[in-house]
């Protein structure tokens, strides 16, 4: 992940315009919530990048900011790689400010694939798992062709990516001065990984998505590393396998959701058939909750979720649960000593 500037000096650009989001970013960027995992964002623009050509200048121009970085998009135009911060709410906060710098949205723009990096590489079956549970519980259903997937590094000889939702890292920077939490909940940093990423592909997406996201490849990542949320996150993985059992859709796991470096011929179809399973069965479902609730309404409107009330709001449920579990965990760790 080649990003060859500091996040300070971003932020000493982004101040000049927006200087009150920037000052809690400067202070907070490095504060790990909740032992929660350290996030960074790859931004890739699929028209003419004009708008950001003042931010890459005061960066230090396209050949030390853009050029440097041969992953993107196969659509775009640039793809600008930024430091990891240590929270979902500072990714969130950073995106912010370069929407004012830039005045264009990022959020919930079509021109906007955003990618999202979390530290530690995840078995085929999490992987599998994340991708799922990203797109299952967030506020926006998708469609995707295959284009939506397609990178310079799909094909490549020395890091060949496929068509993925996931993506493992292929080298470059790997920042490790974060803290992780871990198995009985102490703060110890360094990150246990010096070197490793699992990325998402999440497109256009919102501020929950980053949440999510963030929430699933912590809980993921600490039940393969034996850290502090390593309970929580079996019994994560338990209930979730437990409502694709239900929903007919566990046998989407076995499908090649990240490309391995044994791949065989055929793997992109494989995953791209599963993902397709995966978004009509989303669709379907939600057509089907809306036509119950007009059916016993008589008109639209929203209502808590209730079983069986779709597989969406299930694992909405399961998401706002165990960020919920985490949170309370965390405070009674801090109100026992813990460091936090």
């Not at 000096?9 to 989001?21: E, R, S």
Request: aromatic share 8%.
């Amino acid at each position: 992940m080649a990003y060859p500037y500091r996040l300070e000096d971003l932020l000493a650009l982004l101040q000049k315009k927006v200087p009150t989001i920037v000052d809690s970013l400067v202070t907070n960027f490095r504060h790990v919530e909740h032992g929660l995992l350290s996030i960074g964002l790859k931004i890739h623009y699929l028209t003419t990048g004009e708008k950001f050509d003042e931010l890459i200048e005061g960066l230090g121009g396209p050949a030390k900011i853009l050029e440097v970085n041969h992953y993107k998009d196969a659509r775009a135009s640039l793809c600008l790689v930024l430091p990891p911060v240590g929270s979902a709410a500072s990714a969130i906060q950073l995106i912010e400010c370069i929407e004012q710098f830039i005045q264009s949205p990022i959020f919930g723009s079509a021109q906007i694939q955003l990618q999202l990096c979390s530290p530690g590489r995840l078995s085929a079956r999490a992987s599998a798992l994340l991708a799922i549970a990203f797109y299952l519980g967030s506020d926006t259903l998708r469609r995707y062709s295959q284009a939506d997937l397609r990178t310079t590094f799909e094909s490549s000889v020395t890091h060949p990516r496929g068509i993925r939702l996931v993506l493992y890292d292929a080298g470059g920077d790997f920042d490790r001065n974060f803290s992780w939490w871990s198995r009985c909940g102490v703060r110890e940093p360094p990150l246990p990984f010096t070197d490793g990423r699992t990325d998402l592909l999440i497109g256009s997406g919102s501020r929950l998505d980053i949440q999510n996201v963030n929430l699933i490849a912590t809980l993921l990542v600490h039940s393969e590393h034996d850290g502090a949320w390593s309970m929580l996150s079996q019994e994560f993985r338990t209930e979730l396998e437990a409502m694709l059992e239900r929903h007919i859709l566990s046998g989407l796991l076995a499908s090649p959701w990240v490309r391995q470096s044994w791949a065989k011929i055929g793997d992109d179809d494989r995953f791209f058939a599963a993902l397709q399973e995966l978004v009509a069965y989303a669709y379907g479902e939600s057509a089907r909750v809306k036509r119950r609730r007009l059916l016993f309404f008589g008109t639209w409107r929203h209502v808590p979720a209730r079983s069986p009330n779709g597989i969406l709001e299930e694992v909405q449920g399961l998401l706002s649960k165990y960020r919920r579990l985490i949170e309370e965990h965390s405070s009674l760790m801090s109100q026992a000593g813990e460091p936090t």
